[in-house]
């Protein structure tokens, strides 16, 4: 009997560890951070791949280079949207963490995901293809980095601003959902590329920087981003249609709380 009790008791870590392992929410955990980590490897494989071919070879062009941005987020949301959600960029997963669209033990865990995904794809590009400081495909301000600063401010807040629409709010048409977003940053290329680089994404910003040693202005990419992005799921939220009036919005309570339970 002595045997059996310690037969038993030896084997009931195992069992229990072996449950945690394949539980199902561990499972789909693993799911979504995997899908991460190869969406947002292609997305800055792809679009910072388009930068550094057309500075090493002239063969893309600033507008091909825009589209090749929208183009691979579409691509990437429809490919993984429906496992992780398709966020590739921290500052998206922390307002979304922020605005209750998203569970908040799991954001340390994207965003590792992310970054790893923008190093991994940062370090093929660089071992792949020739490229020097000439050819640096990461994110660098054009002028002051003020500027620089407002533009991602602006143009992240237009990217979340359009993500809480088709992506948080069950009136708009979710299937449109990889084409509008992807059609905004485009349009966002368009516009801050040539100025601050069109960031809008910290992960996107660091991977680059961390791979080639280039760190100037790279605080902009994480400040400009963040600050835009939560601005933008703010105004969002702000108009989004509720049956409560402005004094039960405001009275007791976060505001944020009551309008993200509508």
Not at 131 to 146: E, K
């Amino acid at each position: 009997m002595g045997k059996e009790i310690s037969d038993s008791s030896k084997s009931v870590p195992d069992v229990r560890l072996g449950d945690c392992c394949t539980s199902p929410e561990v499972v789909s955990l693993t799911q979504k951070v995997i899908a991460e980590v190869i969406g947002t490897y292609f997305v800055i494989f792809t679009g910072c791949g388009s930068v550094a071919v057309n500075k090493i070879y002239g063969s893309v062009s600033f507008p091909g280079i825009c589209v090749v941005w929208g183009l691979i987020v579409m691509v990437m949301i429809y490919s993984v949207g429906h496992i992780s959600g398709a966020h590739f960029n921290p500052a998206v997963t922390v307002t979304f963490a922020i605005f209750r669209h998203f569970p908040y033990k799991q954001v340390p865990l994207y965003i590792v995901a992310q970054v790893l995904g923008s190093i991994l794809a940062s370090g093929t590009l660089y071992l792949l293809f020739d490229v020097d400081s000439r050819s640096y495909f990461g994110t660098v301000p054009t002028g002051t980095n003020v500027r620089s600063l407002v533009l991602e401010i602006i143009i992240s807040f237009l990217l979340m601003f359009v993500v809480s629409g088709v992506a948080t709010d069950n009136r708009a048409t979710g299937e449109l959902a990889g084409i509008a977003i992807g059609m905004t940053i485009m349009l966002n290329v368009f516009v801050a590329g040539p100025v601050s680089g069109a960031s809008m994404n910290p992960a996107r910003s660091l991977g680059p920087a961390i791979t080639m040693h280039i760190y100037r202005g790279l605080w902009v990419y994480f400040v400009g981003p963040f600050v835009g992005t939560i601005l933008g799921g703010f105004a969002y939220n702000l108009i989004r249609s509720t049956d409560k009036s402005l004094g039960e919005l405001t009275k007791s309570g976060s505001f944020l709380r009551s309008k993200s339970e509508v």
